[in-house]
């Protein structure tokens, strides 16, 4: 398969706890985006790369939160001293390299932050 | 600042029946119109999209959306619709001018009822 995929599904981490999540995109894509989505809302967007550059973060992304995409292939999503409130699915995407180019999702990470 | 709106959290169709969920639009520049459906447990995926052209676009599974300048809204039909239809649809937005980020809408539960 030669989708998005993003690793783990599933996250349970205590309060206080820092996670990371990976992100590997279709391999042709260059452009790399995260997003969150909390329970009946629509996605919202946190941050994106062109190839390893972080080009714009959303003033959603809080200081715990830091991203990185290493050689401009696979990405990941650290948030440290996690909060109740960071609960949420977050949602991995790529797409080629122009505005026109829809953008391909993954499935998801579920962080619960008891 | 951009925006989208779907004001109807949740349309119910009878199966057979033509299907119209609504989305509206704001953005400074020219937009780029897309729509997803996001299944349960499963990721968002691409529906369609609008650039530049024709204004009705066709996409997968037999759906199309009209985009209406004058109006900023870019509905998604289906001349009859499916029990399989049913699931959570989002209207996304991309000012032209713009890094790439979407902006979702918060999404509207389809049911269509056999």
């Known amino acids: 398969d030669t989708g998005v995929s993003q690793n783990p599904r599933h996250k349970i981490t205590k309060r206080g706890q820092n996670v990371t999540f990976r992100c590997d995109p279709i391999?042709?894509?260059?452009?790399l985006y995260w997003y969150r989505q909390t329970l009946g809302q629509g996605p919202e967007f946190l941050t994106y790369?062109?190839?390893?550059?972080?080009?714009?973060k959303s003033r959603l992304l809080s200081d715990r939160f830091s991203a990185e995409r290493p050689k401009g292939s696979f990405s990941t999503l650290e948030i440290q001293r996690t909060e109740q409130g960071d609960s949420a699915m977050y949602l991995c995407?790529?797409?080629?390299?122009?505005?026109?180019?829809?953008?391909?999702f993954g499935p998801g990470t579920r962080l619960t932050v008891t | 600042a951009q925006s989208v709106a779907q004001p109807e959290d949740q349309v119910n169709v009878a199966e057979g029946n033509p299907l119209t969920v609504k989305c509206t639009y704001s953005?400074?520049?020219?937009?780029?119109l897309f729509w997803y459906v996001q299944y349960p447990n499963r990721g968002l995926q691409f529906l369609l999209k609008y650039i530049t052209g024709d204004n009705l676009v066709k996409g997968s599974y037999g759906f199309e959306a009209e985009f209406n300048k004058s109006q900023t809204s870019f509905h998604l039909k289906k001349p009859s619709a499916l029990v399989s239809d049913s699931a959570l649809y989002f209207c996304?937005?991309?000012?032209?001018?713009?890094?790439?980020?979407?902006?979702f809408g918060k999404g509207t539960k389809l049911s269509v009822k056999p």
């Open positions: 953005v400074s520049g020219n937009p780029y």
């Open positions: 790369f062109q190839n390893e550059a972080q080009l714009e």
């Open positions: 391999s042709e894509h260059n452009r």
């Open positions: 995407a790529s797409s080629m390299d122009s505005n026109h180019y829809e953008q391909y």
């Open positions: 996304a937005v991309r000012d032209g001018g713009s890094q790439g980020n979407l902006i």
